[in-house]
């Protein structure tokens, strides 16, 4: 289990860009693959991202394929999701997590029970 520390949400208008980091403590980081997920108010969590613990493998959701990039920094112990033509449908609270990518032909199944160790969660709004 490690702890996890998301920053870097914020205020943007559409079609800005924002990037999202995930700081983890502990000697394990590669060994886990970091999930992005994210809660907007009146709704269910939503898997956004997945990466595996090498960087090898990287899953998205379809709402934001082609839109975001996750990447890790094994020797940093930190993750990061660049989001960029972000629209008002992208507002929610982001969490980045530890668990399993695990896809069924090709596409990321998004499951949050295959995630234990959560980070607080940044807010990322965005508005004109």
């Known amino acids: 289990q490690l702890q996890l520390v998301e920053s870097g949400g914020g205020l943007v208008q559409p079609g800005g860009s924002l990037r999202l980091s995930c700081a983890a403590s502990?000697?394990?980081?590669?060994?886990?693959?970091i999930g992005w997920f994210r809660q907007a108010p009146g709704k269910e969590r939503e898997g956004v991202a997945c990466i595996g613990g090498h960087g090898g493998e990287k899953r998205y959701s379809a709402s934001v394929k082609g839109r975001f990039t996750v990447s890790r920094d094994n020797r940093n112990n930190t993750a990061w999701l660049q989001m960029n033509s972000l629209q008002p449908a992208d507002t929610a609270v982001y969490y980045c997590a530890t668990g399993r990518c695990v896809s069924l032909d090709g596409k990321w199944l998004a499951a949050a029970d295959e995630f234990g160790s959560w980070g607080q969660g940044t807010q990322v709004t965005v508005s004109s």
């Open positions: 502990g000697s394990t980081f590669q060994s886990h693959a």
